[in-house]
């Protein structure tokens, strides 16, 4: 039952697949051992996961086990848990997992998940950026021909329609990296009284794997989730508003933009004459996913209840490890396509005169980039 | 056309309905006059429209021509300006509106919308929080048995299970408390670049109605819209958690929990004998519409496209306004559940007894309603 | 607390409001005294009702009061049986809403709202169809420039384009009149059990509401709110394809479309050069609204729990009579911008020209228009 | 970039992943040269592909490959055309995908996976409805306590409602059944007009692959993509509303059900006492998913423009194969639950007494248990 991201193209390797989740587990459990049990125990967990995780290919066939087995109890922590203790002296493997609740375990790794994500997302935003303000600046003043409903306005600038994106973009990216350094580990035992672990071990825990402590545990308070979901789907809308844009500034009868360039990228099979802009399309494709995804956490929140939620929980892992894959995968077209967009000064000009209203200025055109380059400078 | 909120029940007099919307049009229009015309046409102005907005018949009436004129041009303002502009000399009537285009008014006001349907809903939470943590404190050690996926575990005590429920309820109640008093003004003018008006006017007109000014226009670029949507959504889908709860204690075959009564207040009409927790019932409604309504504002970010987009936009409004209005309508539920609601501890001695595993302790549920109440006491 | 539609444009007298539904719930409460008491009793409600719904005022005044009142017992019904026997003899008044619980009268009113509503749709429908097919004949064989992933593809006719219009809108026109004739009562008295009803009285006041009867009880198997919320979304969803396509159309540097015009109609306060295609802008709008109504409908009957459940249902009202609303409206902009859209056949032939491949063919467009022409005619 | 369902417990061989898509590709391809070329070449490309299909291990490197490959173009149609023209005699080669465009081999590869998935899922719910036949017969008469809004009402029979749960299902499996035999081929060439291709080779397609020949091309009109996920939705809809009696009847202060036990099903990590419902939760699970993915199918629909649209297509894939996966899963869950579903008698009993109201019947339960069964018998 593999999928390889066949209909969701743009999936690359290292973007958050089962192999990643299957790492962060491990990691968790790891970082368990070395905040609970002493030194020497800590130490041969430590070096058992380490070879289990250096094997890729036993990775990829334990990921498959554990997926196929994870119908029998509903989640993947028992095949974890027997592959690190398997092969270990019996003390170090009664160490694993000490206390713990598959809650505990589940929720951290994807904390780890959605941080790792969100790095390789700010990674590529940070590109982005960079380049949409040196666009901006390069064409601050250059006229082009607004569109309101769908109609000729006002002029306004290139610049500033670019730096409306970087706008955008930059607070998107501001708002993900503060999230992402909030995430916190997940540490409520069996029922969210903690039985058996103490605040002092969450903290250690916390510390060894680079997430907060909690206040208290979250089995059935998911704001964690939801916040991070929710900056994860802003930078997806934002990005799909920016494809829009040069979606629509790439349409034939306008002309205005396109995108770089690159071998096979964007050919038809019934129309060799064409060059499809794939990365926009791509982009729109994960800003027009986002919201449903979105939903579909805070409706787990809605519903989590009791000491864990009898269904609520489950419908979560998919969706928001959904959210951080489309955000990495349309940051990442969007790197390119900032770093080549074509601009037709031209075309632009051409499209202004025949549409635009006579003697109509630009406005504060160039105030507003101003404003917003001020703003991603003091941000950088 | 009228709805009076029948299938919605819950919605009371000052929540954010059309007529309140219409007064936040009138508040917006009447600022930027403020903000930008000299003092006495001001006065002239303002005088005229608090004449008009003292008058609940003329506004009610008012109200329901613009709805109606409103497919005309799409949007509500061309009938709030005409309405301002009818019976004021030509001057003062001429600085109405002057240089806005008709999304700065309409996001404006849906700013101040969200802005006192966050304080309201801010003010009954804080009645909430209150009523909880004194319930949780109450009960710190009062075992009872806990349920994962639905089943018997160990115990928890019912002070923890009430402090998490003030641990979401928290959260969600200071991300609205800052999301609220973040939320800029509109102010683009025709096409974002600023026509005719200025940041300078920009900042007076935020400061008068206690908004912020922003970066920069924001027509197309929707984070201010999102994240009070975020924010209202956590406040929902919390609460309706929280109602989960309750509506299984109160399950016949539990019996542990009972909403305060009131006069007629769950009656059914096919059977006299039953008390229906009608505010739980509500408090998940709202919590289970929120998820929708905020997938529909993020997917109107994606297509905010152009200068202005085609029909995104206009999905906006009746969204956010029903996430602003299910937390208004779901928080002040919870105010009287929580300040009423009745626990019978030796229904939970019972329960637990029966169903519980031997010889369990109640873990570290202590310390987790501390550590929950030490973070409520510092929010105050 | 009067929503007048301000929000969601193009809301019109009739559609399906408060009190549309407060008359379908009058309308089926007194059916039901028909279907069960005996004919003087009926006789006395009945004219005690149409006395009711003929006092416009009185309807609204009583509406408004019902919808503030349903917090009490979470839905309208009690407001309505109230007002229905005040003021009629005891036994006549016994008679009302004998044996029934609120979920009866409830879904049946809100089934005879979405199949008034879907007349409306229909019948606007109707003439979207019969005007989309004459234009799609009259130009079956004109060309125009394609697009396919928003790049110049090879030329299709106009007559293709707009039969392929018809072609959705048609199949959802015939999938909505199917379902708005398999339309139930819901007749499962306090807990689908039948206590005090049967199946011959069922039968009885479906054919005096011109609804069907039901297999059996449908009070948490909700399949008949889900289709038709399913074709109602259809309808919105295929609208909304159709006017994506005459936005791009009309946008000026394409040129080929116009929406026709009438006094006001798409005017803007800021640039009063413009006229903004607010037909097109309005379908559009329902389009992007419909999905997440749609899945409010699924996800209340995913919960759907018990024997009747404590929120879902609640959900549900606003949600199908929200979708319904859309249809309404969306349908009706549809008409009047099909009657009168204005194709530019010389801009569509220079874009061809100028951005078309060279010597392409427009393939077999006129096959495809014969064979939709000829389903719809079949159709009619 | 593996994914093995190990965030979505449940899913199987043979269920809709990327290498049964993969497999549905090449069956359309080859049907197209079989319905398009002469026979020769015909019997060459089949035996060609037969031989690439019967390697389990080369597939599963194709689509790997294709998968990465996808990003390109957007999507994997020219990874299987290059993958079947390969070692092909030039002639052969060239009668691969011929006319047609990406768009008519995913859309109807999409169709074959959902029409397969939907043979999965109906196979499985005849099994389902089969067992709760049986047990809603064998309980007819059997009182048992039920709840409406949460609360204990008048007693219904256990038999009614599992006829209840069969009459949702019952409905849902003949939806489903008619929709997946309406499934049509795509076949619109390069701009939906059918360049190069004709009505009467759609019609050889579609008998050759055992779909329907449409009306018309449907790249952008998209009720085929739209009902059968509808029919997919009420299917995880109806059996996660089935799995929430269930979980609330084996709540331990119930204890009137329990699910099939099978060998550390349903164990937990933390609590080696419990064993949790876990066919019930991976059912509520499906059914809190599937709302979204439904309305992700919708808003693709909403936004099908031009002759293909720029994004929207993309989004449907996933959704759509999501929707048939979790209605596999389900219906597979809950076939193991229908036929093992453990009833304890005596529990409810002293439910019914200890909560029921004195003296109450149980109604005309056994009336709609009949009229169930008989709609059912008739079905088969």
Redesign the interface.
Known sequence: ?????????????G?P???V??KALVRAEVAWVEATADEGIAEAVATHAARILADELRV?TL??A???D?????????GI?NALREGLPSEAAAAI?R????QDIVDTAMMLTMRDAADLTVASLDRVCASLAALALEHRDVPV?????????????FG??V??WL??ID??RR?LAVAAHELPVAMG???????????EQMRRWAELLDLRPP????H????PV??IA?AF??V???L??T???V??G?????GELKEPSAE????????P??????L??????S??????????T???????????????W??E???A?GLARHAVISSRCAAQLAEGLIFDRAAAAR?LA??G?ADA?????G??VD??IA?YEQGR
């Open positions: 039952v593999p999928d390889y991201g066949m209909l969701v193209p743009g999936i690359g390797d973007d697949d089962d192999v989740v299957v990829d990921t498959r554990i997926a196929i994870a119908v029998t109890t509903g989640n993947p922590v028992f848990i997992h206390d713990l609740t598959s021909l607004a569109h309101t409903l769908g109609q000729a306005a006002l002029p306004t600038t500033a329609r730096a409306g706008h955008g607070e998107a708002a035992g069996a029922v969210g009284a903690m039985h058996g672990v103490s605040y206040i208290a545990p979250w059935v308070h998911r704001h939801t916040r929710g789907s802003e997806c809308t934002e799909g508003a494809a829009g844009d979606l629509a790439a349409r034939p009868e306008v096979g990228r964007g050919a038809s099979t019934a129309m004459f064409k060059a499809n802009p794939i926009s399309i791509l982009m729109r494709r800003a027009l996913v986002a919201p449903h995804l979105l939903a579909q805070a409706a787990a929140a809605a519903l989590a209840v009791d000491e864990r939620p009898d269904g609520a489950h419908t892992w998919d969706a490890r499209n025949a549409h209203p200025t630009t406005g504060n055109a105030e507003v404003a917003i703003r």
